[in-house]
């Protein structure tokens, strides 16, 4: 299989904790994306790492890319109960993108 | 902008009938893709294509076809459907591909049921 792995599978924090997912990938990329899909939706795209870049913020997520490792790391601070949703990793390679297989997280109010 | 729309949202097969699942985009994207997603499986690349009458096998093609004779709408047929197809179809587009550090934009999904 061409997915990398997400780490962990499903993820269950309080309302105001933190919450980190990792990926790894397989190949090496141009840059690594993350999207979030709530139930029964599509996806929808929430940042893009470059693979010159190493760390990445937009308002609450922090992303990290270690293309040593072919690793990255979404972090969502101050979770609120509205980011409960699945949270993929999408590799890019040439004109596709390749998910991961995705972290489930619930935050409890 | 309606974005990505797919069409249709529902639809249940019999064994070996066919079909054909509808992908329209409105902001003039040149690439378009289609990807199931089954339990646990995350996204697979089924067909792409980088333009108006191109088209590309991805992950797993097999049992599938596509055709995109215009720039808006992507179609994806299914020629004898297999209870193995049953899934969730999503339809992505994409102004150009994404080692250009171009995101894709996804429709609301179509739940296919073979029985």
């Known amino acids: 299989s061409q997915q990398g792995e997400e780490d962990p599978q499903a993820l269950s924090i309080q309302e105001g904790e933190n919450a980190t997912m990792n990926c790894s990938y397989k190949?090496?990329?141009?840059?690594l994306q993350w999207y979030r899909q709530n139930s029964g939706r599509g996806l929808v795209h929430l940042i893009l790492i470059r693979s010159n870049e190493r760390e990445k913020h937009s308002g609450r997520l922090r992303v990290t890319l270690d293309t040593s490792k072919k690793s990255s790391s979404l972090l969502i601070t101050a979770s609120r109960a509205a980011d409960t949703a699945s949270y993929f990793c999408?590799?890019?390679?040439?004109?596709?993108?390749?998910f991961g297989q995705g972290t489930e997280l619930s935050v409890k109010p | 902008n309606a974005g990505v729309t797919q069409t249709p949202k529902f639809r249940v097969l019999k064994t070996g009938q066919s079909m054909t699942l509808l992908c329209a985009q409105d902001m003039n994207h040149e690439y378009m893709y289609w990807y199931r997603q089954d339990p646990g499986m995350g996204l697979r690349l089924i067909h792409y294509s980088v333009g108006e009458g191109t088209t590309a096998k991805g992950e797993v093609p097999d049992g599938y076809n596509v055709s995109r004779l215009k720039k808006q709408n992507f179609l994806l047929g299914l020629e004898s459907a297999a209870p193995s197809q049953t899934s969730v179809y999503f339809c992505?587009?994409?102004?150009?591909?994404?080692?250009?550090?171009?995101?894709?934009?996804f429709g609301p999904g179509t739940r296919l049921t073979v029985t």
């Open positions: 992505a587009s994409s102004p150009d591909k994404p080692t250009n550090s171009y995101e894709q934009y």
């Open positions: 190949t090496s990329i141009n840059n």
């Open positions: 999408a590799a890019s390679q040439g004109g596709k993108l390749i």
